[in-house]
């Protein structure tokens, strides 16, 4: 797939699905890949910070034939060689990560995406070639380490209306909240918790992507 038609499958992502085994109620990062697929979710960010690289990478790997055959975009987090490696549709790259312009040099067909905390980090992602930003963390989260201060939903607009690409938002978010980010403009809502320690997986996904792209009352298909 070349980039451009992985940008055109990003632009439909609505919820933004992403794993952590530790926090997946005792199934494993397949068992909830498998669930958010069935759920509907276009994307899925392979994260995973308690295992060596190489099973990163075997993992990688696994989620790769599984999204390749499902149509579902694949994003690495941190790792863009183990991006490159199993042939992910992207990287996320947070802010002590490789930085934007090497990696768009090394993987020109691939989707950038880039963690910013505040605007003047989001706008310097811009501007370095990422194609997605992430803003966050919205509320207090238990999945972000080293980021101590939320955002709050305000910041969802108020970043949002000065950046020029897409954006996805993350941290602390669940049903008991998707409205607030949802009325400030959020259309990407990136989770780890409010999916992998759902009762029904798929369940969820379907009903976070009716809630974002329907509204509270989650009318549609």
Not at 4 to 25: I, N, W
Not at 94 to 112: E, F, S, V
Request: a neutral charge.
């Amino acid at each position: 797939m070349d980039k451009g038609s992985r940008l055109a499958m990003f632009h439909q992502v609505d919820v933004y699905p992403v794993t952590c085994e530790r926090l997946s109620s005792g199934r494993t990062n397949l068992q909830v890949l498998e669930g958010v697929i069935a759920g509907g979710a276009r994307i899925v960010q392979l994260r995973e910070k308690d295992i060596s690289r190489r099973e990163l990478y075997q993992l990688a790997e696994k989620f790769r034939a599984v999204t390749s055959a499902a149509r579902v975009l694949l994003i690495v987090n941190d790792h863009l060689d183990i991006a490159m490696g199993v042939g992910a549709d992207g990287v996320h790259l947070g802010q002590d990560d490789l930085p934007l312009p090497a990696a768009k040099g090394l993987a020109p067909h691939m989707i950038l995406g880039a963690s910013t905390h505040s605007l003047e980090e989001a706008l310097r992602a811009q501007e370095e070639g990422a194609d997605y930003i992430n803003i966050g963390p919205i509320f207090p989260t238990q999945t972000k380490e080293g980021v101590s201060k939320a955002l709050s939903p305000d910041a969802i607009r108020s970043i949002g209306k000065q950046v020029k690409v897409p954006f996805t938002v993350m941290g602390g978010i669940h049903q008991g909240n998707i409205d607030q980010v949802i009325a400030q403009g959020a259309t990407k809502v990136a989770m780890v918790t409010a999916i992998t320690q759902a009762e029904d997986i798929a369940g969820a996904v379907r009903d976070l992507r009716n809630r974002i792209r329907w509204g509270p009352k989650g009318e549609g298909d």
